[in-house]
């Protein structure tokens, strides 16, 4: 993964549960609506070879990461499995630990001060603020008060319309996941919809000009 990259489309799309009949249109949908980064949890039965084949899809189109890295296991896996940036839910500084030694992008999860900063000391790349839902996007203000060089990868209930808000206070990148990787339209093999979806999100974002 390239940070540079990422810094200049901050979004990263959250890919969980899904079926591997359906990932190669899937992925196909995900670049054609003009996503460059996305991961797929560990949590999801069949990840290693999901991402196998996501890679083999998309090729250099996409960037492909493994999230909800819980063990150094997981981080083993993925890795070869071919990820290229390693995404958590909380801390892990074992993981952490190898990601900063053989640089490669790494996204710990936390919420409170504490565990912002102890993310931040650890070597993260960004720290994932999760769950951002339930605080809103002026927690993430509060957040770069004192902590105003830690960089913020807002994680849960961003969207196409609060998505402004959320740079506006202190973002420097945002996710999605279920709200638009919907049960329902992945089962319904309904990607024009989904892509249609990641569209409005991406546009949501350019819209924002010179606040980015």
């Given at each position: 993964m390239d940070i540079v990259c990422f810094k200049k489309k901050p979004i990263l799309g959250i890919l969980r549960g899904v079926?591997?009949?359906?990932?190669?249109?899937l992925i196909e949908a995900v670049i054609d609506a003009g996503l460059e980064t996305l991961e797929i949890t560990m949590n999801t039965t069949g990840a290693a070879d999901l991402i196998k084949k996501a890679k083999q899809t998309a090729g250099s189109r996409l960037t492909l990461g493994a999230g909800t890295v819980l063990t150094q296991q997981d981080l083993k896996i993925a890795l070869n499995s071919g990820a290229s940036f390693i995404v958590s839910p909380v801390l892990i500084k074992e993981v952490v630990s190898y990601c900063v030694k053989n640089d490669?992008?790494?996204f710990p999860g936390a919420l409170t001060p504490q565990e912002v900063y102890q993310a931040h000391e650890s070597g993260a790349t960004m720290v994932k603020v999760f769950p951002a839902k339930f605080f809103g996007p002026e927690y993430l203000k509060e957040i770069r008060g004192p902590f105003n060089k830690i960089e913020l990868l807002a994680c849960g209930g961003v969207t196409s319309t609060n998505l402004k808000n959320y740079f506006t206070c202190?973002?420097?990148?945002v996710t999605f996941g279920a709200s638009i990787f919907r049960k329902d339209?992945?089962?319904?093999k309904n990607?024009?919809?989904?892509s249609e979806e990641i569209r409005k999100f991406i546009c949501a974002w350019e819209d924002l000009g010179s606040i980015r």
């Open positions: 079926e591997k009949e359906i990932i190669e249109p490669i992008p790494v202190g973002a420097s990148g339209l992945l089962e319904g990607f024009k919809a989904i």
